[in-house]
């Protein structure tokens, strides 16, 4: 099964393309609720390199590696890669007069119900949002 998230943010595609994309930025959001962080995220940002995130509870009670490869690279238009466990995700980055369109699409795992998976990467993707926008200056 696949789901459909995504988040309107207030700034330009240069902000949006950077937050995303930048190692740095990316431990700065990529986790779904402030009890949790992402104290490492190394990439090679082209079809086939890879990536690996590390998502930890603050208190390090859990934590876990977010890893995959790149399939598909458009700057500041679209990127799609492969996790570890073979499930696609298709990220699109969409100007429009009022910042950028961020639309993820994602298949869905057996682990979680499918409404805690659409939580959890909503959630991601509304922590995205909040820090482009805090840290912007479009």
């Given amino acids: ?17 950077a937050a995303w994309t930048q190692a740095e930025e990316i431990k700065g959001w990529y986790f779904a609720s402030d009890d949790w962080c992402c104290p490492v ?20 009670a859990m934590g876990f590696d977010y890893c995959g490869e790149f399939t598909h690279v ?27 369109r961020v ?9 979680y119900s499918v409404e805690q998976q659409r939580q959890g990467w909503q959630g991601i993707l509304d922590n995205f949002r909040a820090y482009v926008e805090k840290y912007s200056s479009d």
């Fill in 1 to 17: 099964m696949r789901l459909t998230i995504e988040t309107q943010v207030r700034a330009g595609i240069d902000r949006v393309w």
């Fill in 41 to 60: 995220a190394e990439q090679a940002l082209t079809p086939g390199g890879q990536f690996s995130y590390r998502m930890e509870a603050k208190d390090g």
């Fill in 74 to 100: 458009a700057p500041q238009e679209a990127i799609a890669y492969r996790l570890e466990d073979g499930r696609e995700v298709e990220i699109a980055f969409i100007p429009n007069d009022a910042g950028v």
């Fill in 103 to 111: 639309t993820q699409r994602f298949e869905t795992e057996s682990s």
